[in-house]
């Protein structure tokens, strides 16, 4: 049975266009792009562990608004839970402390970029309307 891993990742929106970082070379699905996050830690909730994983892989701080999208997906050696939040920079200037590189891009540009699999579940469902700053709906 393969591991289960809960990860959590951050859409951070700034003036119509959203953050994605390229993988390292040196890690797994390497130089593939992404929505930066990671693994939630014991004891965090994943709200915790995108905010964490924020500050650790780019130096800035986020508020993680609301869920955007909820994936499953199974890679050859592990499955992963992906949650997806929607989040703004609260402060700092963002750093790459891990990732190869990083654009700021509208969903227009989706298709120019190769993401991770786990990511094309939701690709196609995130629109500047989706992506708009209002008020989460409770």
Known sequence: MKKTVEVAAAIIVDGGKFLI???PPRKARALLWEFPG??????ETLRQ??????????GIEIEPLDV???????YPDLRVNLTLFRSVIKS??????????MRWITPAEIPEYNFCPADYEFLDRITDERLSMQPPLQ
């Open 68 to 74: 955007l999208e909820t994936t499953s997906h199974e």
């Open 21 to 23: 970082c390229q993988r």
């Open 38 to 43: 990671g693994k939630r830690e014991d004891g």
């Open 92 to 101: 700092g200037a963002v750093l790459l402390l891990e990732h190869n590189d």
């Open 49 to 58: 562990a995108a905010a964490r994983e924020i500050r650790e892989e780019l």
